[in-house]
């Protein structure tokens, strides 16, 4: 097992007018699963493959525990792939398809037998061992994928968003099963998804990234309640924070009709404007006789055990004064329904303040 480093690491396409992946950063524990996450395009994926050397850095190194891996085949690496498309032979079975790379490796047959039936039965496999891959479903197939990476008993596990091609609902148990295998192998672990909700409950740290670029790296709890900036506030959540572009006027953000009084701190940063940012559920709902702002339902999703309210802040009058779209966490009974206006106040000690100028955090 080992660290994994990425140490100004930068990958240009050729005829690329910037690079895909800038100067990244990012120190990978061993035995830790990270997790690369953003929106398309914003080089998590390339970063991904730049470890399993399956893209070459333009400049900067990729470490692997104390060895410079820059240039380093990806045969020589030890890391194992898993990828979105699953890649199994069809015409060979699941026994087969977790020994081909232990073969190429001319390993002792004793050795792959004893390897994929001990992978085969950590994943629930072994009973599919003579299936061939056509008459397999699409989980047991991510399984089969996961089996061939593991019987290598590689330094360094890479998965490419290997969910992305399974139903909602497999997909929840399969994060689950993948992340209980990451800590029970405790091999490091670099995973890529688009889902910031997969991320989240997968990884040790997430990384969050833009542009090519880190915007920030922490815990799951952390990178939720204490952003670096209003990308990741509003990348990482679901439904995602608001984010409110109000004036400032005397220490006071205006919130519509509602009034603000910033911290010290932030109001002496803030200058004319300021984002505010309050999540679903950092919203109280209140009688329209208490201060608050008042939002015109335009739709409810209900999810079972709670509800979310999507409208748009009105004044008096009934005029849109925010181009927002603002989420609120109802009490599960609550039942609006379009066109119905309810009255709410945000949760001072929840809110999140950012420069209008930079986005960064104003602490």
Not at 19 to 36: K, R, T
Not at 191 to 199: F, I, L, M, N, S
């Amino acid at each position: 097992m080992a660290s994994v480093t990425f140490e100004n690491a930068t990958r240009t396409f050729s005829g690329a007018t910037k690079p895909a992946v800038d100067s990244l950063n990012l120190h990978i524990e061993d035995g830790e699963c990270v997790v690369l996450v953003g929106p398309s395009g914003c080089g998590k994926s390339t970063s991904l493959r730049m470890v399993a050397g399956l893209e070459p850095t333009t400049s900067g190194r990729i470490m692997i525990g104390d060895k410079d891996m820059t240039g380093v085949r990806p045969r020589s690496r030890d890391v194992a792939m898993v990828f979105q498309s699953y890649a199994l032979y069809p015409n060979m079975t699941v026994a087969q398809n977790m020994a081909f790379a232990l073969e190429n490796m001319k390993v002792s047959k004793s050795e792959i037998q004893e390897r994929v039936q001990w992978a085969a039965k950590m994943l629930e496999l072994d009973q599919l061992l003579e299936r061939k891959p056509s008459a397999l479903s699409g989980g047991q197939r991510q399984r089969v994928a996961m089996g061939r990476a593991i019987v290598r008993k590689p330094t360094v596990f890479c998965m490419d968003e290997p969910l992305s091609n399974l139903d909602a609902k497999l997909r929840v148990t399969m994060r689950g099963e993948i992340a209980n295998l990451q800590r029970n192998l405790g091999v490091t672990t670099v995973y890529v998804t688009h889902d910031q909700v997969e991320a989240m409950t997968m990884g040790d740290r997430v990384a969050v990234m833009r542009d090519g670029k880190l915007q920030q790296v922490d815990t799951p709890e952390t990178l939720y309640a204490k952003p670096n900036n209003a990308f990741v506030a509003g990348f990482i959540g679901s439904p995602s924070i608001t984010l409110f572009h109000t004036p400032v006027d005397a220490g006071n953000a205006l919130l519509g009709d509602y009034v603000i009084t910033l911290p010290r701190e932030v109001a002496a940063k803030a200058g004319s404007k300021v984002i505010v940012g309050v999540r679903p559920e950092s919203w109280d709902v209140v009688a329209p006789s208490e201060p608050g702002i008042a939002i015109r339902t335009n739709h409810v999703e209900l999810l079972g055990s709670q509800s979310f309210l999507y409208g748009e802040m009105v004044a008096a009058n009934g005029v849109t004064t925010t181009p927002e779209r603002i989420a609120v966490l109802l009490h599960r009974k609550a039942r609006p329904v379009p066109g119905d206006v309810i009255h709410v106040r945000p949760q001072l000690d929840e809110v999140h303040f950012f420069d209008a100028v930079t986005q960064e955090a104003i602490r």
